[in-house]
Nanobody, 130 residues
Framework: QVHLVESGGGSVQAGGSLRLSCVAS???????MGWFRQSPGKEREGVAS?????????YYADSVNGRFTISQDNAKNTLYLQMNSLKPEDTALYYC???????????????????????WGQGTQVTVSS
């Protein structure tokens, strides 16, 4: 049974920073881990993803590229998302997700696509005020 637990969300002012964490358990043969977000009234969108075995093949959404950094600590089974220069439009519920197939590896269009992922956490709320 795969279990993903996010933490680190909170309320910050624009320009501030947060670091999200996602602890994974029960996972085997993981290909990618990803961060997604969803705002009220909007579809869930991919934010960043990483190829877990090697830590490369990192993809970012254009809206966060240069501001967010995805990383992992495999010894701790933990995925991170460092978010800097936060903007009000970054306000959302942030989810981590795990992919069990190679579908996540073929560019941002697959690495940041919900259909590539098999397991999801419950989310952590990020609120950025102006």
């Amino acid at each position: 049974q795969v279990h993903l637990v996010e933490s680190g969300g909170g309320s910050v002012q624009a320009g501030g920073s947060l670091r999200l964490s996602c602890v994974a358990s029960g996972g085997y043969n993981t290909f990618c881990m990803g961060w997604f977000r969803q705002s009220p009234g909007k579809e869930r969108e991919g934010v960043a993803s990483i190829y877990t075995p090697s830590g490369d093949r990192i993809y970012y959404a254009d809206s966060v590229n240069g501001r967010f950094t995805i990383s992992q600590d495999n010894a701790k089974n933990t995925l991170y998302l460092q978010m800097n220069s936060l903007k009000p439009e970054d306000t959302a519920l942030y989810y981590c997700a795990e992919a069990r197939s190679h579908e996540c590896l073929y560019g941002a269009s697959t690495g940041l696509a919900m259909r590539s992922y098999n397991y999801w956490g419950q989310g952590t709320q990020v609120t950025v005020s102006s």
